[in-house]
């Protein structure tokens, strides 16, 4: 975890009393420190009422026993517990992961409970002058010893529970008998590639429950048991494409398509392997690869500018990238209705890893905009090619399936402008910073439509999850929240089912911190969405489809 500046309590400990003027006067006393002092030897239970504490004082009594209940103190981030008479500690200490000093000087302690170990924020650790075995000793007194120590402790902890609970499917309609359809899952999984998943950012995971050896197993589990007929990943490193994901998956009928972010051209070949991206996988029986096409939004940014310096500074910057395959889908897929449709049906699977950074929210705007403007032309233009000479030939007639990490949450722009169509330009992701001139080339209409003071696009998105069925994708220390997310067009597609969220008390009552876990390979969890297709209509008055044009009267 990156380390939050820590000030330890002042020492001097300086007491005010109100006087009874003040009291009367309805002056408001807040304390967030508590000392007890007085050779104490048991504690009012009422003590753990106290949730409110920052730091308890309790050094220099004659306790002999901390009670379980300690742990009712979630917001305490000092706590001295020094020069009592304490043998043991209650394992709930663990559970305390706000703590950033614990101090157990001159104590009666022999061992210490492995939970310790769960203390990721914990810099200051005081154990001197306790009959400690010297294996504890040894570690606690070499350089940076109570990181080491914790860190022994957790890798060693036993894991409870065995095992997770099963995730829910959750069937919101039945497939449609009267017209013929094709039915088929899709998946979107950020993996957490290992240059990520480090013991800074998941210090409440154990080492060796972070390493890509241990969490790959876990992953491909999470892949294969989904079984999805389309798969869409993000943070997949290069060499891990071919050689874990790519094989495995062929084993499986599938092919695939990858593309590494923008700056993998700009390393050494050692460095690349490890440079992450973006992979769609997709089953070869029910799909067929027609085109496949890379977006890297730095060179969009690039190209449409137009002198713009925070387009420049910010967007190109940074160098995210989108992938997009156009899939054949194989006329066996279709059943029900009278007769599968005569026309070749096609879907464009994309999918693309926004910016990180929560302080960016106009570049994962942007991205987002430069994303589906290039796939609009993607689908333009295969419409184009694909049904030249078909009196049907319709560039708007080619649904989509947008998969994506969007480092975005569902109040975000990014929602509101794949959701709706389009988001004002004045909107307040944009910062008030000066994109005006440039945004007009994502708009729907083009650099000489009516903007009406708002970038539109032309695809009718929707999301398959509801904003309040997933409490979050990304569960984290720090940030829980709902940032992935897998849309379709509306006009084409609906939603049969789709794979529910992991059980939130589960995570409470088994104090999960945060993902990583030994359990949980991913600090993702993945999305799983069936959807029916229907197929093309054989006019074009009225289509029924992915893209809507604007309409010249």
């Known amino acids: ?34 000392e007890i002092s007085g050779r104490v030897r048991s504690l009012s239970s009422s003590l753990w009422t ?25 917001n305490l981030v000092y706590l001295n517990l020094s020069s009592n008479k304490l043998r043991s500690l209650p394992a709930e200490l663990g559970n305390m992961v706000s703590l950033r000093e614990l101090l157990l000087n001159n104590n009666l302690l022999r061992v210490l409970p492995y939970e310790l170990g769960r203390l990721f924020q914990l810099q200051t650790l005081g154990l001197k002058g306790n009959p400690l075995s010297q294996d504890i000793l040894n570690l606690y ?30 069937t919101l309609k039945e ?51 989904c079984d999805a007929d389309i798969i869409s990943l993000q943070e997949v490193e ?25 700056r993998a051209k700009l390393v050494s070949e050692q460095e690349r392997k490890h440079v992450d991206g973006c992979a769609v996988f997709f089953k070869t029986e029910k799909f067929t690869m027609v085109q496949k096409h890379t977006v890297e939004f730095n ?13 420049l500074n910010r967007v190109m910057t940074k160098d995210n990238i989108g992938v997009a395959v156009l899939l054949e889908v194989n006329k066996d897929m279709f059943s029900g209705g009278m007769k599968p449709p005569l026309e070749r049906q096609l879907v464009l699977v994309a999918n693309a890893h926004m910016h990180w950074d929560p302080e960016y929210s106009d570049v994962k705007l942007i991205q987002t905009m430069m994303f589906l403007s290039e796939l609009k032309s993607i689908a333009e233009r295969a419409s184009g090619s694909v049904a030249t000479g078909s009196p049907t030939s319709d560039p708007s007639s080619i649904p989509i399936v947008l998969c994506a990490d969007l480092n975005s949450l569902p109040d975000s722009g990014v929602v509101e402008y794949l959701s709706n169509g389009g988001v004002a330009e004045n909107h307040k992701d944009f910062k008030e910073l000066r994109y005006n001139e440039c945004l007009t080339n994502f708009s729907c209409n083009g ?43 509306k006009t084409h597609m609906s939603v049969l089912g789709l794979l529910g969220p ?14 990583p876990h030994p359990h949980i390979p991913s600090d993702h969890f993945s999305l799983l969405a069936q959807l029916e297709l229907h197929p093309p209509l054989s006019h074009t008055l009225n289509p029924l489809n992915g893209l809507h044009l604007p309409v010249h009267r």
């Open 502 to 515: 992991l059980d939130s008390q589960w995570l409470i009552d088994n104090n999960i911190t945060g993902c």
């Open 1 to 34: 975890m990156p380390k939050e500046k820590y000030d330890p309590p002042d020492p001097r400990r300086c007491y005010t009393i109100m006087s009874t003027e003040e009291a009367a006067n309805g002056k408001k006393s807040h304390w967030a420190e508590l």
């Open 238 to 262: 290069t060499e891990q494409y071919y050689t874990l994901f790519l094989e495995t998956l062929k084993e499986r009928g599938y092919d695939g398509y990858f593309c590494p972010k923008s």
């Open 175 to 225: 497939r449609d008998q009267m017209i013929s359809t094709a039915t088929f899952t899709v998946m979107c999984y950020n993996v957490l590639c290992d240059k990520y998943a480090t013991r800074q950012l998941y210090g409440y995971c154990p080492s060796w429950a972070l390493n890509w050896e241990y969490r790959k197993k876990g992953i491909m589990e999470e892949i294969t048991s």
């Open 299 to 311: 060179q969009v940014a690039m190209a449409n500018s137009e002198g713009s310096e925070v387009m």
């Open 447 to 489: 650099k000489n439509g009516n903007s009406d003071g708002s970038i539109t696009h032309s695809f009718q998105l929707k999301s398959a999850y509801d904003s309040n069925l997933m409490p979050y994708t990304n569960y984290t220390y720090d940030f829980k929240g709902v940032i992935d997310y897998v849309f379709f067009s």
């Open 141 to 170: 007194q070499e350089p940076d010893g109570t990181r080491k120590l914790l860190n022994y402790m957790l890798d060693n902890l036993a894991v409870h529970p065995e095992q997770l609970p099963q995730r829910p499917w959750i």
């Open 50 to 74: 106290l949730t409110h504490l920052t730091a308890l004082h309790i050094n220099d009594n004659n306790l002999t026993r901390i009670p379980p209940d300690i742990a009712k103190l979630p």
